[in-house]
């Protein structure tokens, strides 16, 4: 008899225990985030500061997942979210229309999605383009957090002005048709410097899709036509590091001494964007901080997981540092402090 209660006793303290961990279990929160892809430096760099930021809350456990800027696994991704049951989606679109379907399938599921870098509108669920688009509603059902492409791609533009030399020949790299930030920062070049600047012909223009192997490959082809390119004006810091491999050992771009015989502006403020800078390859960026956007983005899912805001609320923008020769050492020092770079790095 005293060895049945105390084996009736062993079974009830295992399952007290097992429901403890279990109701340990339910405290922790399933986040995923939805990258738009692995190559692209910034998504890249986003999805490391995602986990650092996670790590900072004992309730968020985050899974990071890749679409590598394919439409069709992104759509996949997103419907996986729903499948598994997560208790809170973030998502950095490839392309905002393709996207916007399973964005709002998300939300219809009665899932809190955050969209960010870029944000998904309305007008990508409404198919709406051009002036008659309403760039600044944020899809119905839905928060971000992200960054103004206008303002990033004006901080290029605005200093190009003066620095294109009269009738110059420029070309343009282009992000994904498609996304938010490639679009707007492109306008941002015609609004800032081609309005300001008639002179200045745009040799050749073209999609690298934010990707340093074909912005490369791109620029290998440009300058095979023999007329030299004063300026390369790309949608972000990867795609501009890509032409300025192409010409990296080009005597027509390069000189003797090391200088350039080109200016080259890009946005993202990268690390490999400061390191190209210090080496006096690249002319500016525009920092977009990953690191500022993840920590924003796990502060708000944290508050809305524990009932502190609603997710539609969600509504913040980082800004946007010019970045150039004058000041680059104080962004590659925090780049060092944050252990994305090291002095080695330097060398």
């Given at each position: 008899m005293k060895k049945m209660r105390r084996l009736a006793?062993?079974?009830?303290?295992?399952?007290?225990?097992a429901s403890s961990m279990t109701a340990l279990a339910a405290d922790e929160y399933r986040v995923c985030f939805v990258a738009r892809a692995s190559a692209d430096t910034f998504a890249a760099w986003l999805t490391d500061s995602m986990k650092k930021a996670a790590d900072e809350y004992d309730d968020i456990d985050l899974t990071c997942v890749s679409g590598e800027a394919d439409d069709n696994k992104m759509a996949t991704l997103l419907e996986d979210c729903i499948t598994k049951e997560y208790d809170l989606v973030i998502v950095q679109s490839n392309n905002n229309a393709a996207q916007a379907p399973y964005v709002k399938e998300v939300a219809d599921a009665?899932?809190?999605?955050?969209?960010?870098?870029?944000t998904t509108h309305q007008s990508d669920l409404d198919g709406v383009t051009g002036d008659e688009a309403v760039d600044n509603a944020v899809m119905e059902g839905t928060g971000t957090v992200d960054a103004d492409p206008v303002e990033q791609a004006s901080r290029g533009?605005?200093?190009?002005?003066?620095?294109?030399?009269?009738?110059?020949n420029v070309v343009v790299l282009r992000g994904p048709s498609g996304n938010y930030h490639a679009e707007k920062r492109r306008e941002a070049w015609d609004t800032y410097f081609f309005n300001e600047r008639p002179d200045v012909n745009i040799l050749y223009e073209d999609y690298a899709n934010w990707n340093n192997d074909e912005a490369m490959a791109l620029m290998?082809?440009?300058?095979?036509?023999?007329?030299?390119?004063?300026?390369?004006?790309?949608m972000n810091d990867n795609m501009a590091a890509g032409a300025i491999e192409a010409v990296r050992n080009n005597t027509d771009y390069i000189n003797e001494d090391g200088t350039?015989?080109?200016?080259?502006?890009?946005?993202?403020?990268?690390?490999?964007?400061?390191?190209?800078?210090?080496?006096?390859?690249?002319?500016?960026?525009?920092?977009?901080?990953?690191?500022?956007i993840a920590n924003l983005n796990m502060e708000y899912a944290e508050k809305v997981l524990n009932g502190e805001m609603e997710y539609t609320d969600v509504a913040d923008y980082v800004e946007a540092p010019e970045i150039n020769a004058d000041n680059v050492d104080e962004f590659i020092q925090i780049y060092i402090d944050n252990g994305e770079l090291t002095e080695d790095a330097l060398q």
């Open positions: 006793a062993i079974t009830m303290a295992a399952a007290i225990a009665g899932i809190p999605i955050i969209t960010t870098n870029p533009a605005i200093r190009a002005v003066k620095e294109v030399p009269e009738n110059g290998e082809t440009w300058t095979q036509g023999g007329t030299h390119i004063d300026a390369i004006i790309s350039t015989n080109f200016l080259a502006y890009g946005v993202d403020g990268t690390a490999q964007g400061c390191l190209l800078i210090k080496e006096g390859l690249l002319t500016a960026t525009a920092l977009q901080n990953a690191e500022e």
